[in-house]
């Protein structure tokens, strides 16, 4: 079966631009979340989403939103880029949200802004 | 706030040496306690976890035990192995934000033959 899967895996933008990041969970999997890892650190939480509603947002400013979509898949876009936004943005998935830190991460999207 | 420390690294070792990476925790009440890898080129991948106090993880020979005395979650491996080689995230989840978790900085492991 297949993983998570992220696209795209490796971008270049510039500071001002929007970007949008996608994922697909496994099949089955029906919560989504996003975690932002910047280099030498730990991922943090952005979001999470289960059966197209937000469940949780991490501490993230305005200009970072999701979706997700009736086949579960999701979508994370990031306006106004900033160069502290360069980082590796990973999806992990989950049966549902009740099974509580046992997500299955993709390999990510890693994001440079210049 | 709930939070994560671990040792920092890199932590180099030669094959078959046993393995220690601290991990301790702020939080309140008993949240549930995870041990990530990331191996180069590869996504995180659970590799055990504990959800009350004293129980013991264990995976692939990893072991940890969940000390709310010590709030801590240490990871032991007796013999490690250059496939190994990877960063470890200890990482928890919180009675009150039951959907997200919250890593520590990670620890890169370098095993050498």
């Known amino acids: 079966d297949a993983g998570v899967t992220q696209s795209p895996t490796h971008l270049i933008k510039t500071r001002g631009q929007h970007v949008t990041l996608r994922c697909s969970p496994i099949s089955g999997h029906k919560s989504v979340s996003w975690y932002q890892q910047v280099l030498g650190q730990g991922p943090q939480f952005i979001f999470q989403?289960?059966?197209?509603?937000?469940?949780g947002r991490g501490n993230f400013p305005d200009r970072f939103s999701a979706r997700q979509f009736p086949n579960y898949s999701s979508e994370l876009n990031v306006n106004a880029l900033l160069l502290g936004d360069s980082a590796l943005y990973l999806c992990?998935?989950?049966?549902?949200?009740?099974?509580?830190?046992?997500?299955?991460f993709g390999e990510g999207s890693r994001l440079t802004v210049l | 706030g709930n939070s994560v420390t671990q040792m920092e690294g890199p932590v180099t070792l030669s094959e078959e040496a046993f393995l220690t990476i601290n991990c301790t925790y702020t939080a309140t009440g008993y949240p549930s306690l995870f041990w990530y890898v990331q191996y180069p080129g590869e996504g995180l991948q659970l590799l055990l976890k504990a959800t009350k106090a004293d129980d013991k993880g264990s995976n692939k020979g990893f072991e940890a035990t969940y000390r709310k005395e010590t709030t801590s979650f240490h990871l032991e491996k007796g013999s490690v192995q250059v496939s190994d080689s990877a960063v470890y995230f200890c990482a928890l989840i919180g009675m009150d934000s039951s959907y997200k978790l919250i890593f520590g900085s990670g620890t890169r492991l370098l095993v050498r033959p």
């Open positions: 989403y289960y059966e197209k509603e937000e469940r």
């Open positions: 992990a998935s989950s049966l549902d949200p009740e099974q509580l830190g046992e997500l299955f």
